[in-house]
């Protein structure tokens, strides 16, 4: 019988439903979730055009104690101090479902992890202190915790996703690494193998959903700055279908500050997925089938939703004295024909002949910069 009376106390102290008796409340988390657009689309038509707002009630602890049980640091579920602190920041509009499961779950999951090892300093042990989810993150994301929180997870999980991953390289030189992502392996790989502990919902504990939902849409793109890996700024992911640039700890989320950060490296881009075009959509067309990803749109939806990153240049001192602005002799190899080209780069000349010619491939073509003449006396 008191195995029985402790089983439901446990059950009662994991569902905020059975917690959360003030009407006003509930009334306050049914009406965030009318208005939260990331929640799973086959859980909110459940509950039919008019749920009341207990079904509202009742849907938002199942979402919250399902985030909560598969955090990456083990199930925090159980803990009701995490409950009514993350259904205030829902009602108050601080998160939504996806910030829930991609990043709340994993970021309360560590602090936990270093609480109870006794690991965190004294300043951020006291968990009524926290306003929000940002500071949690920013706390956990520093580098005297980073080792400690690597060692806690299961390094284990991290291998068996580098060995699961699947993605091509747009990008590879000495300043970055560019690649696409076929599968959830490799977003989970690119959050937490090595550098900076990123926060992308995509490589979180419950990514697979998420990468599911936003790869299905078009390509997500993973950066790496090599110069600035453990910095939250050397890590981004671009999703153009959702209009989203961000950084590792998605803090930053701007065009304008990408440009600024890395000038040039959009046109890089842009030439490295024209480069691979087929190997893209090869990849993608269990994502986006029967052919996989439109490249010509995935690079108009680019171009579109991030237009500073994509006119930024270069600066000169990083352009090779071959690859800056001039005339560029184009060769199709199978024909042998050339032609003769103006642009501010070697990426910008073969970005030229790729728009032009959709169907060829960077492969197709042998680009040099020609020798000014020198001026005649």
Known sequence: MKLNHIFEQSIIEANVAAKIKD?????????????????????????????TDEQSLNLWSELLDSALSRTRYGDISQDGKFDEWLTRLYI?????YEDLSGESGDALGAWK?????????????????????????????KREYRDELNRIANAAEVEKHKKEAKQITVVDD???????????GSCYTFNNAAGFNASFCTGSSSGLQWFRRYADEGPVISVIDKNNIDDANGKWQIHAPTNQINNGNQQIRSDERFSELF??????????????????????????????YDIEKSIADIKKRFPLSFASEAKDEEKPEDEGPGTYEVKHKETGRTANIPGESKE?????????????????????KKKEQPEQA
């Open 174 to 184: 000495d300043r970055y690494q560019v690649v696409i992502p076929f599968n959830y």
């Open 92 to 96: 108050n509009g601080q998160i939504d």
């Open 23 to 51: 009407p006003k409340m509930i009334k306050q988390i049914a009406i965030a979730m009318k208005h939260d657009g990331s929640l799973p689309r086959h859980k909110v038509a459940q509950l039919g055009t008019k749920p």
């Open 263 to 292: 000038p040039g490296l959009m046109k890089k881009i842009i030439a490295g997925i024209q480069a691979n075009a087929q190997a893209i959509k090869d990849g993608s067309k269990d994502l986006a089938p029967p052919e996989g």
């Open 113 to 141: 992890a270093l609480s109870i090892r006794g690991r965190l300093k004294p300043e951020h042990q006291d968990f009524n202190k926290f306003r929000s989810l940002s500071q949690i993150q920013s706390i956990i994301q």
């Open 348 to 368: 910008d000349v073969l970005n030229k002949v790729l728009t032009r010619y959709p169907n060829m491939t960077a492969d197709d073509f042998e680009v040099s």
